[in-house]
């Protein structure tokens, strides 16, 4: 059984700084496109931040350029969000999710397979 599980949401001040973890388990995702995406109060969900199956092509959304960074450990089966210079404006519940092995990498939520049941981050003003 496939299953993602995020870690590392808290309440934060702005400016601070957090880093979300996903573990993966019940398959190797080494081979998948991996996506962050944060649903705030009263909004849609949206996409954060994506890794290719080649962990240094990455994707961020606009809002949070030059702010976060996604990493992976393809040995441990880990993806990361390292978020920095928090902003109230970044209070959601992040979520982990993956595509099936092979898949190219997007931005839609529709066309992933895997998701985690997410961790609430708020921050602060």
């Known amino acids: 059984q496939v299953q993602l599980a995020e870690s590392g949401g808290g309440l934060v001040q702005a400016g601070g700084s957090l880093r979300l973890s996903c573990a993966a388990s019940?398959?190797?995702?080494?081979?998948?496109?991996m996506g962050w995406f944060r649903q705030a109060p009263g909004k849609e969900r949206e996409f954060v931040a994506g890794?290719?199956?080649?962990?240094?092509?990455?994707y961020y959304a606009d809002s949070v350029k030059g702010r976060f960074t996604i990493s992976r450990d393809n040995a441990k089966n880990m993806v990361y969000l390292q978020m920095n210079s928090l902003k109230p404006e970044d209070t959601a519940v992040y979520y982990c999710?993956?595509?099936?092995?092979?898949?190219?990498?997007?931005?839609?939520?529709?066309?992933?397979?895997?998701w985690g049941q997410g961790t609430r981050v708020t921050v602060s003003s």
């Open positions: 999710a993956a595509r099936r092995s092979g898949s190219y990498f997007s931005r839609r939520q529709s066309e992933y397979d895997y």
């Open positions: 019940g398959r190797t995702f080494s081979s998948s496109p």
């Open positions: 890794s290719s199956w080649v962990s240094s092509i990455t």
